[in-house]
Structure formats: structure tokens, C-alpha cells
């Protein structure tokens, strides 16, 4: 039998008051049911055939997908429409990693909230968004694309979705 899961796992490192600090949590959030720490103990693997898309011209059909993931409870489904899914999975990361931080956006200042910025480390991240929004445009569905595919399609929609949320004033780039 596994061990459980390991209660100190690092999950982040952030710089609040130019002093590090490491951010620690058992399990995330989303995983409520701990399946993804299990199957690491496990040593199963959660890499499989692609499902989210048909890969199959492609000459690799694997990915790490999270196939259990609940965008809505990070957004709403009207919101979900206009946005990537790596902005439900973003905010879930961001919000936990908050939590765990022990920081509290809505009880601080808004000097406090400047000091805060988002800076994602990201080579693309909305590529399926943008990509369904050609394939609506180019296959005559104009009426159904989103009014938000520029600037959802960009990297910089990330940091700044996560600092909306969150509440924060301060830089959001990529």
C-alpha cells in the first residue's frame, strides 16, 4: 500500500515585501478526492491519448490533460464562452496559491493591492480558444464568434484574468 500523500509538497514561490516565501499545500484544490496525488504514489501516469481534440494527423496523440477539472467553479458559464480553458485552470491555481499564502485580497489596502502583481511564465496558453474562434469565422459562423477573441487569444489575458479575480493593482504581464 501507497504512503498518503505528502503534507509539505512546495506548490509556489512568491515575493510579498521583497522577502520569500514557499507555499505549501497537501493537495490542490481541485483534486478534492486526492486522485492525482494517489496515481503519483501510485506511479501511474496521467499522461494519455488525447481526448480533447482529434489528434490523430498529429505524430504525437499523448498529453497531460485534467479531465475531472470543474471550470465553472472558477468562472461562469457566460464568462467561459469568452475565455481559453487555461483561464478556469489559471484562477484555480492563482486563487489556491493565494490561500495558501495566508493572504486575504479583500481585507487588504488598496496601497497593499499595488504592491501585488501577476507575472505568468507562458510560450502561448489560449491557442485552442483562438483556434475555435478561426474555425467559427472561416467556416461561416461569424455571429457565434466572441466579441473577446483578440484580446482573450493573447498571453497577456492570463496574468491579467488572475488579477481581476483576485483583486490585486498591480502588474499583470507575461
Known sequence: MAEPCPPNRVKLTHAPSRRHHRIRRSQP??????SVCRAILDGKSGVKRISRF?????????????????ELAWVDARERKHVSRVVPLTIAASTEAIRDAGLEPSSMSMEEKREIGVILG?????????EEQYRLWHSGHVK???????PSGTMGTIPSEVS???????????
Do not use: Y
Open 29 to 34: 484544490e481541485w483534486d478534492r478526492e486526492g
Open 54 to 70: 482529434d489528434a490523430s494527423c498529429l505524430p504525437v496523440q499523448i498529453a497531460g490533460e485534467i479531465p475531472d477539472f470543474d
Open 122 to 130: 507562458t510560450g502561448g496558453g489560449a491557442q485552442e480558444f483562438s
Open 144 to 150: 457565434q464568434v466572441s466579441i473577446f477573441c483578440i
Open 164 to 174: 481581476m479575480r483576485l483583486d490585486f493593482a498591480g502588474t499583470a504581464t507575461w
